[in-house]
């Protein structure tokens, strides 16, 4: 069955970086276009980067612009989102997730758990 | 950006009630829309997408309805389970936005 694992969270330090991966088992990895979502604690869903089959189109929320990196390796089943300048507003539970004709998130990763504080 | 807005921000229901939330985008975002439910604890699960499809083995008791700026998500003979947060959310344009929330609790 599908399933997408989270990798990488951790305690990391304001201004500090962080590299989560995905990995993406039980289904054709490259045929699905990818993203990831966040949740601060006690907060609502936030969506915040999205990235095509084969990376020509991605998109990022302003608040992580030109801070965090969406990348995958289709070789390696994996997505990645680099992380940097990272501040205790970006404390979140991070989810991957996989889209389905393109716009909606069907398959969700459990959720990496990323605290930013010094 | 799409602001999508939720009401209420919270519900309590017994288990047969019927409940309703809308959500209401702040521009024309035709039925480009999807329902999540979300439980403590747990990743959020896709309901409903483009308005009104119902995702493969979700039950029939929940339904999406309308286009445009104003949505509504049905929960019909509410069940335990069903007790969780719901969320909408747009998917016309980027960025990518949700609703804040709609917390269905038990009365």
């Known amino acids: 069955q599908v399933q997408l694992v989270e990798s990488g969270g951790g305690l990391v330090k304001p201004g500090g970086s962080l590299r989560l991966s995905c990995a993406g088992s039980?289904?054709?990895?490259?045929?699905?276009?990818m993203s990831w979502i966040r949740q601060a604690p006690g907060k609502g869903l936030e969506w915040v980067s999205y990235?095509?089959?084969?990376?020509?189109?991605?998109y990022y929320a302003d608040s992580v612009k030109g801070r965090f990196t969406i990348s995958r390796d289709n070789a390696k089943n994996s997505l990645y989102l680099q992380m940097n300048s990272l501040s205790a507003e970006d404390t979140a539970v991070y989810f991957c997730a996989t889209l389905i004709i393109r716009e909606y998130f069907e398959y969700w990763g459990q959720g990496a758990l990323v605290t930013v504080s010094s | 950006d799409i602001q999508m807005t939720q009401s209420p921000s919270s519900v309590s229901a017994s288990v047969g009630d019927r409940v309703t939330i809308t959500c209401r985008a702040s521009q024309g975002i035709r039925d480009f829309l999807a329902w999540y439910q979300q439980r403590p604890g747990e990743a959020p699960k896709l309901l409903i997408h483009s308005a009104s499809t119902l995702q493969s083995g979700v039950p029939s008791r929940f339904s999406g309805s309308g286009s445009g700026t104003d949505f509504t998500l049905t929960i019909s003979d509410l069940q335990p389970e069903d007790f969780a947060t719901y969320y909408c959310?747009?998917?016309?344009?980027?960025?990518?936005?949700f609703g804040q929330g709609t917390k269905v609790d038990i009365k």
């Open positions: 039980g289904f054709t990895f490259s045929d699905y276009y």
């Open positions: 990235i095509s089959r084969y990376s020509d189109a991605i």
């Open positions: 959310y747009q998917a016309i344009s980027f960025p990518r936005t």
